[in-house]
């Protein structure tokens, strides 16, 4: 049974940083992503990374802020706009089908989600 178990985040002040942790088991995924929601909108990816080749991509608002590993998200130099409600996915796919534009739906498996807050 597939279980993605997520820890981390909270609250912390412009500029400063925290790191979620997203422990997956029961299955070996070749692709990692980190969503975010924020208020009244959808999911969105910010990060991927695929176990191939370990190559990884990050959407343009967070990328040299944010950095994924295969447990992790770091996020740096933290700003208002990055306070949302970040969730972990997972799927076996082809190197092209895991990218940023594969949306929510194209994810089986995810964490519970974990609230990051940013203050100004």
């Known amino acids: 049974q597939v279980h993605l178990v997520q820890s981390g985040g909270g609250s912390a002040q412009s500029g400063g940083s925290l790191r979620l942790s997203c422990a997956i088991s029961?299955?070996?995924?070749?692709?990692i992503a980190w969503f975010r929601q924020q208020p009244g909108e959808g999911r969105g990816p910010v990060a991927i990374?695929?176990s191939g080749d370990l190559s990884t991509d990050y959407a343009d608002s967070v990328k040299g802020r944010f950095t994924i590993s295969r447990e992790y998200l770091q996020m740096n130099n933290l700003k208002p706009e990055d306070t949302a409600m970040y969730y972990c996915?997972?799927?076996?796919?082809?190197?092209?089908?895991?990218?940023?534009?594969?949306?929510?739906?194209?994810?089986?498996?995810w964490g519970q989600g974990t609230q990051v807050t940013v203050s100004a």
């Open positions: 990374r695929r």
């Open positions: 996915a997972a799927k076996t796919s082809t190197y092209e089908r895991c990218s940023l534009t594969s949306g929510e739906e194209d994810y089986p498996y």
């Open positions: 029961g299955y070996s995924f070749n692709c």
